[in-house]
């Protein structure tokens, strides 16, 4: 079965604490990878498409990158306001067209 | 710079009633979804438009109807609302399938 687990559930950060969020994934065969972020409240926001293993993607404080078996947001000097929850989601070959897997997300708490 | 718009942000049903969840994107994408997001669980697709005049199942479809007005409106319809649909309802919108996708603010419906 397809499946997407990010790790932890929640991290707490204060600011300045370099960290990294987890998304391993098991599928039959992947054709991307998407971080997302998603505020209280509102929407996912796009941030990064990853492809293929070894692929990395920076955007100010956050990079993201990916292995075969998993990806990792990495983010660096946290400020609060990059608390939010951090979604990842999986594209396979074997799946539907259209059909994202989602992984059930990391909050993220960066106090000052 | 609206972006995916719907309509409306908060509804209360009662079970057995009807209603339409509408969606509405600027940016002249041509590919359109419909999610639901519940408490400990991943986003997951209810049904989604690649092209317009053209609609297909996601993974949780039972229950639920969708009609591609054209190539900017997306709309959800429940027949018979059933507490189990309660949750949050997120359109989104994409240049074409599988590829990043730009969500709405989400509609948050509770069926008593």
């Known amino acids: 079965e397809d499946q997407v687990t990010q790790s932890p559930e929640a991290l707490r950060l204060q600011e300045g604490e370099s960290s990294s969020l987890n998304c391993s994934y098991t599928?039959?065969?992947?054709?991307?990878l998407f971080w997302y972020r998603q505020d209280p409240g509102k929407g996912p926001e796009f941030l990064f498409t990853?492809?293929?293993a070894g692929e990395e993607k920076e955007k100010e404080r956050l990079k993201a990158t990916l292995t075969k078996k998993e990806s990792f947001l990495h983010i660096t000097a946290p400020k609060p306001e990059d608390s939010a929850t951090y979604l990842c989601a999986v594209l396979n070959y074997g799946g539907s067209q259209g059909n994202l897997i989602f992984g059930k997300g990391t909050k993220l708490s960066v106090k000052p | 710079n609206a972006g995916v718009t719907q309509t409306p942000k908060f509804q209360v049903l009662k079970t057995g009633q009807s209603m339409t969840l509408q969606c509405a994107q600027d940016m002249n994408h041509n590919s359109m979804y419909w999610y639901r997001q519940d408490p400990g669980m991943g986003l997951r697709l209810i049904y989604y438009?690649?092209?317009?005049?053209?609609?297909d199942k996601g993974e949780v479809p039972n229950g639920y109807n969708v009609s591609r007005l054209n190539k900017r409106e997306f709309s959800l319809r429940l027949e018979s609302a059933a507490p189990s649909q309660t949750s949050v309802y997120f359109c989104?919108?994409?240049?074409?399938?599988?590829?990043?996708?730009?969500f709405g603010q989400g509609t948050r419906l509770t069926v008593v």
């Open positions: 599928v039959s065969g992947l054709r991307g």
């Open positions: 990853l492809y293929s």
């Open positions: 989104a919108s994409s240049v074409r399938v599988n590829t990043e996708a730009f």
């Open positions: 438009s690649a092209s317009e005049g053209t609609t």
